[in-house]
């Protein structure tokens, strides 16, 4: 007897695809790419149990299965509900999501700031895209929004709780990665707020990594804190000698200077391998670093506009003697210079 699993047909805005039982709508629709993957704000792969909360990946399903075809009469978390052979899904092409969506934007920005133009994240925030995409152009609301005082949490990360989303991606994140969690989500419903547990710092050697899974501006690095608009810098594929994580990281630089240190991420932003607070905080000089060349950043933000990649001669001049030569492999290097 073959041990070979049945696969299930899932069809998403008319493309079809075949995916393995226990494949969730939003994965397939991955598997598939382009315009008919939902949007996600809390869903984040590498940490398990994530999603389910902000509701962002709403689509809907035109057809529930090959065996029973009726429509699901709600719109469906894409992200927590698992395919079923001979399932339709419609993103893009339903009215009725794109109407959710709006919905949502609507109500994840009820309480945020217009902190944009003095925002870290701003060039690379989800809630950017999803306001540019799904955002009404004024508010609908009168009432005084709820507001925090931007906090220390450690001495590495700041809190602005008015940008949060509780997507609680950083939550699971410090479960997930650190040995002792420190913060969490306090209180419930509006009253719901991401703090310290008893002005404990959060210091663990990866909790930096909570910076990166934060898909707004809620959590951001005390040491590169208003130190360059994202879109000014060149970000950077680059490797250290590191025993406490693979070393691999993304360099953003100005000019030869480190302007800050991140986890490398795929194209949904999720991040491929951690690093630690060494190699995030604390080795802002290349002399740490070997350069392996430029780091193409596969999203539709405006980090992706700037076509400067082919540093080949560039990194021949900084004063490494270890940087590796670069593969020129990569079709996107389009002959700028990197500074
Ligand atoms: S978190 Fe995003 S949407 Fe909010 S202020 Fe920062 S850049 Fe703007
Ligand atoms: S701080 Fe960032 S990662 Fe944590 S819950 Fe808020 S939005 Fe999510
Ligand atoms: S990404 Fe699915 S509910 Fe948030």
Same mark, same amino acid.
């Given at each position: ?15 079809? *695809? ?18 008919? *993957? ?25 057809? @529930? ?23 339709? *899904? ?98 419930? @419903?509006? $009253? ?14 990866? +909790?930096?990594?909570? +910076? ?34 693979? @070393? ?5 630089? /100005? ?37 392996? @060349?430029?780091? $193409?950043?596969?999203? $539709? ?5 700037? $076509? ?28 700028? /210079?990197?500074?």
């Amino acid at each position: 007897m073959s041990d070979e699993v049945k696969k299930f047909k899932v069809t998403i805005d008319g493309q079809t *695809v075949e995916v393995a039982p226990g494949t969730s709508i939003l994965e397939a629709a991955r598997q598939i790419g382009g315009q008919c *993957v939902p949007p996600a704000m809390c869903y984040y792969k590498p940490l398990e149990s994530s999603g389910g909360r902000c509701r962002t990946c709403l689509v809907e399903v035109a057809k @529930g299965s090959e065996a029973d075809p009726r429509p699901m009469p709600k719109l469906v978390a894409s992200c927590r509900t698992n395919v079923m052979d001979g399932m339709e *899904v419609k993103n893009l092409t339903s009215e009725r999501t794109q109407e959710a969506r709006k919905g949502v934007t609507e109500l994840l920005l009820i309480n945020h700031p217009l902190d944009c133009p003095i925002c870290d994240q701003a060039g690379e925030c989800h809630l950017q895209d999803l306001g540019y995409e799904h955002g009404l152009e004024s508010t609908r609301t009168e009432f005084p929004r709820r507001t925090f005082e931007p906090e220390d949490i450690g001495p590495y990360i700041k809190l602005n709780m008015n940008r949060c989303i509780l997507c609680a991606r950083c939550v699971l994140a410090a479960n997930q990665l650190t040995e002792e969690r420190e913060h969490g989500i306090l209180f419930r @419903g509006d $009253h719901a707020e991401i703090s310290t547990y008893l002005n404990k710092a959060l210091e663990n050697d990866f +909790i930096g990594n909570v +910076i990166d899974v934060c898909p707004v501006g809620a959590l951001t690095d005390r040491t590169s804190r208003f130190a360059s608009r994202v879109w000014f810098t060149k970000p950077v594929n680059a490797t250290c000698s590191c025993d406490k994580c693979s @070393g691999k990281a993304v360099l953003w630089m /100005k000019g030869e200077e480190i302007i800050r240190v991140t986890a490398r991420k795929n194209q949904y932003d999720e991040v491929e391998e951690w690093i630690c607070n060494d190699c995030r905080f604390h080795k802002k000089d290349l002399k740490y670093w070997n350069i392996e @060349g430029p780091r $193409h950043i596969d999203r $539709h933000s405006v980090i992706s506009l700037n $076509h400067y990649e082919k540093p080949k001669d560039y990194f021949r001049e900084i004063d490494n003697p270890d940087a590796k030569e670069i593969s020129s492999s990569d079709e996107n290097q389009k002959g700028d /210079k990197i500074i």
